[in-house]
């Protein structure tokens, strides 16, 4: 497989399988991240149209893995922002349609790992709302304080103390939750 630079200046570039290597290994990430704000219902369109707005813009980025996922990150916070907005003017009732999909071969352990992955993410976006951006980002994201600084608009520092309150609440409240995530 080829390293992350190479599939990003192929993506960059227009070659398809560069791009879908680029998307997959991204997505889960982007996905999560606006699960933990509390848009859960709501992630995977606004995951959508966080690529959208990525590829308009995708020939234009210059940088390594890691300012990509924070670059990909912001777009994805700035949809999150223009969604809460909007919902707040004129709600929605979503309904569940949910497409059938052919099953790996370990059922078990993919759905173990999805409700586990699941309730992470819940228990995170009960944090506070800032705490659990911030816990997302440097947990989930693997984005470093000064690249979360730039994505929420906070300081390093700031992001430091929000992340050590959101984690030391995790703490606490995961003896309760342990059983729900095994």
């Known amino acids: ?24 290994s991204t997505q889960p990430i982007v996905l999560r991240y606006l699960s933990s704000l509390g848009a859960a219902g709501y992630a995977e369109d606004l995951a959508a149209e966080t690529w959208v707005a990525a590829l308009r813009n995708l020939r234009g980025f210059e940088g390594d893995e890691k300012a990509f996922r924070s670059w990909l990150l912001t777009i994805a916070r700035a949809r999150w922002v223009d969604w809460l907005r909007s919902s707040s003017r004129r709600p929605e009732s979503p309904y569940d349609d949910v497409p059938e999909t052919i099953a790996s071969e370990d059922v078990h352990a993919a759905v173990e790992a999805v409700m586990t992955t699941e309730a992470a993410v819940a228990l995170i976006a009960s944090l506070p709302p800032d705490q659990a951006e911030v816990v997302s980002l440097r947990v989930i994201a693997g984005l470093d304080v000064s690249e979360v600084a730039t994505v929420v608009g906070k300081t390093p520092n700031h992001v430091r103390v ?13 003896p309760a939750s342990r059983q729900e995530l095994l």
């Open 162 to 174: 929000l992340a050590h309150r959101g984690l030391r609440r995790l703490a606490e409240m995961l």
């Open 1 to 24: 497989m080829a390293d992350f630079a190479d599939l990003l200046a192929g993506a960059q570039s227009g070659d398809e399988l560069a791009f879908t290597a680029v998307f997959r």
